[in-house]
């Protein structure tokens, strides 16, 4: 059961320019005045990497809390061209990072690189937020929890200690962006058994933090709520609208 703190956090992907910073404020002060719930909640949101030192500075006064969407896999500094490491991300007051994500993972991301990047980002004391989903052929011949058990499995192998900096975002790779979601039954067998499965596989005490994302808007996030395995949301499309993402939390707490 998920009876802590919920994580609303926009993955903004390849959108934002220098304006993009008054969506910022606009959630912000949503947040503000949402004295009823917003003990309830954490907001988090990953720009691109052009935006996220602006934001970072932003965000030092506004509980709004920011994330990079990815990070490099070794080195603090080196020959890596267009890459940024997790210890540069650090510097410029980032604590969270999205690793694993399918976009990302499409274009040649593997486990093997998930697992270091994961590594890296934990020993330099971020909070990972670390994707994993089945695509629809997967899920087509019932593959689902094998799939997402193993993608865990590889992704962790060297941070089997470190579940109070890992919240896992369980994003089927069919739903992002297609308007299609999981049927609640569904959703909430795969939320029951991840969660079950990484407590006995990682001997926690307590159960893991884990996010559902794909096609979360003002309408999906109805048919989510009463899943109480689930400790927030990861929004993608939908995030990128003040409007569109405040009226996914006031649906929420409706
Ligand atoms: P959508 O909400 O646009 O389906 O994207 C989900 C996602 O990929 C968030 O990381």
């Given at each position: ?160 200690h470190d579940f ?88 929420f707490y409706k």
């Open positions: 059961m998920a009876n802590g703190i919920r994580y609303f956090i926009g993955n903004w992907k390849m959108f934002g320019i220098p304006s993009s910073f008054k969506i910022l404020d606009k959630i912000n002060s949503y947040f503000q005045k949402d004295k009823k719930n917003n003990k309830k909640y954490k907001i988090i949101i990953a720009p691109p990497l052009t935006l996220l030192q602006d934001f970072s500075r932003r965000c030092k006064k506004k509980k709004i809390l920011i994330s990079a969407q990815n990070c490099y896999e070794k080195d603090n500094f080196g020959a890596h061209t267009g890459f940024v490491s997790p210890f540069m991300i650090k510097k410029i007051g980032i604590n969270y990072v999205i690793i694993g994500h399918s976009e990302n993972r499409a274009s040649g991301e593997t486990d093997k690189i998930i697992m270091e990047k994961i590594s890296l980002a934990v020993k330099n004391n971020f909070t990972v937020i670390f994707c994993i989903g089945e695509n629809k052929e997967e899920r087509r011949k019932k593959k689902t929890l094998n799939v997402l058990k193993k993608q865990i499995l590889n992704g962790l192998k060297k941070n089997k109070k900096k890992i919240i896992i975002a369980y994003e089927p790779v069919w739903s992002i962006g297609t308007g299609k979601i999981p049927s609640p039954q569904e959703l909430q067998n795969n939320a029951f058994n991840l969660k079950k499965f990484i407590k006995k596989k990682f001997k926690l005490k307590c159960n893991p933090k884990l996010l559902y994302g794909g096609s979360v808007d003002k309408n999906s996030i109805r048919s989510f709520k009463p899943i109480k395995e689930l400790d927030g949301f990861l929004i993608g499309g939908a995030s990128k609208s003040s409007k569109n993402f405040i009226d996914i939390i006031k649906n």
